[in-house]
């Protein structure tokens, strides 16, 4: 159904897996390719029977973007906040997900915005990258480290992170570019590459709409959606693979692992959801679990050779569910 499944308005996680085709490289080597979708539910493994994945899975872009994303953006448009993400390994299709997310979000927004004149938006976009716990503005040349501060009212706020008010789509285009630009200063100055970092775009929505036969009322709505380009996953599956705690240290990503963490725990309505023990998870709390809405898109690439990162993906897209 690619509307959503009916539920799709209660549920809170939605969770989905994205198959990549093989790629040129992958070709030219004769890579064999273990996966298949059958269909818009079911992705198989060949080598047995018993090893058969029945999981959702979503082959076109149309499909990942309305199988979950579309309802999360919505619901961001009736305050409620939210984050949309994607897991797995480097080269699966993470940023190829989102770069797509993005953009269908941004038409949606602006198109829901074109339909209710009635209301008043102000759109406002921040972006910043994780890199080995250290938080930078992407919309700032400075390589200052940002830090964050638990506020009362609003929870946890990136002290000095750049907002900036969205005239129109165009706008939001001449900020992405500036963030690619950040993103790739930072990875020279670092000499290590993008697969190490988390990146997050933040919208904030805010509306006010008169009502009805009280022209001096207005109701006010805010609400938030992250969309985040997740560092790979190769490092964190060989950690939890190989037993290993969780601790501090260059190959071992503490906000991805404390991700999956948090999200684990969402879906078995865990009491204690340990956002604090990372970065990542301390800046999206106010968009993960309790009344917001989160997308999950688990990319896998189809190659032999990678089988053990896209089982890894397929087992953290089952735990989130
Ligand atoms: P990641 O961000 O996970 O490292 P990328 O998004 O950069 O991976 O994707 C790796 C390569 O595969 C890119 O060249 C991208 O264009 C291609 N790719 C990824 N997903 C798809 C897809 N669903 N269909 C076609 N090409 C894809
Ligand atoms: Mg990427």
Known sequence: NPQGSSNSQEEKIFVSVRLRPLNEKELARNEASDWECLNNNTIAFNCSQSDRAVVPSSYSFEQVYQEGAKDV??????????????????????TYTMTGITECAVADIYGYIDKHKDTEFVLKFSAMEIYNEAVRDLLSSASTQLRLLDDPEKGTVVEKLTETVLRDSNHLHELLSVCEVQRKVGETALNEASSRSHQILRLTIESSAREYGDSEKQSTLAATVNLVDLAG???????????????EGSHINRSLLTL??????????????????SKLTRILHNSLGGNARTAIICTLSPA????EQSRNALFFASCAK
């Not at 032999?304 to 089988?307: F, K």
């Open 260 to 277: 999956g963490t948090v999200i684990r725990k969402l879906s078995k309505k865990n009491r204690h959801i340990p956002y604090r023990d």
């Open 304 to 307: 032999r050779s990678h089988v």
């Open 233 to 247: 996953s190769e490092r964190s599956s060989q950690a939890l693979s190989a037993g290993a705690r969780l601790k």
């Open 73 to 94: 953006i919505l619901s961001v448009l009736r305050g409620i906040n939210s984050t949309i993400f994607a897991y797995g390994q480097t080269s699966s299709g993470k």
